[in-house]
């Protein structure tokens, strides 16, 4: 079928003509098989694809903006439906082989999944509160450590440099501003 029959098709098929439906269906009925087949389906989900694409298709029928497209809407829908399909199929395989059965699970459970949402959502709350705390330090401290954080890490003499700071001094205020955020968490109950 050429892509201005199907378009006629299509139209005729929106309209009611139940042998311009016929003919879609035998016209592009393979295309969205072989979409099926392609996939490694077995016969029933392939036939569950068939089904659904075409279902897809009917319902969407008077929407369709580019009817001499269908076929390619088709395949596309298929598609999507096989990847659906082949997805739900890995979260659950039948089996009766031991060996199978008694191998850990790689994934998650959904309590497992919450628990580390929850853990997640408490380290971004304490990496949130460290940065306010820091960023209520002097001045001084704060540039001081921003440097010293940075990679690959400075030595004293750029430190010294950039800061103007003399090199003895470096290690003495890096520990003095370190022990005032401590502090600063430690009021906060962060650590």
């Known amino acids: ?63 369709i903006r580019e009817p001499e497209k269908t076929g390619s809407w088709l395949a596309s829908t298929a598609r999507h ?6 997805r ?13 059965l008694d191998r850990p699970s790689e994934d998650r459970t959904p309590e497992e999944s919450v628990l580390d949402s929850e853990e997640a959502a408490t380290q971004t709350e304490r990496v949130r509160r460290l940065w306010q705390e820091f960023e209520e ?3 001084r401290c704060r540039q001081l450590l ?10 004293y003499q750029e430190v010294s440099a ?3 700071i003399a090199v003895g001094s470096i290690g003495p205020m890096r520990q003095r501003c370190l022990r005032r955020l401590r502090a600063r968490l430690e009021a906060r109950g962060t650590i």
């Open 1 to 63: 079928m050429d892509r201005a029959e199907v378009g006629a098709l299509v139209q005729l098929a929106a309209d009611g003509d139940a042998a311009a439906w016929k003919s879609l269906v035998d016209g592009l009925g393979p295309l969205v098989w072989s979409v099926a087949r392609a996939h490694g389906l077995s016969d029933a989900d392939a036939h569950e694809v068939y089904q659904t694409a075409w279902f897809r298709f009917a319902q969407h029928l008077g929407r």
């Open 81 to 86: 439906e096989c990847l659906k399909l082949l």
């Open 88 to 100: 739900a199929s890995k979260r659950w395989t039948p089996t009766d082989d031991p060996q199978l």
């Open 137 to 139: 330090l002097g001045e």
């Open 146 to 155: 921003r440097v010293l954080i940075s990679s690959p890490p400075p030595s």
């Open 162 to 164: 950039a800061l103007g």
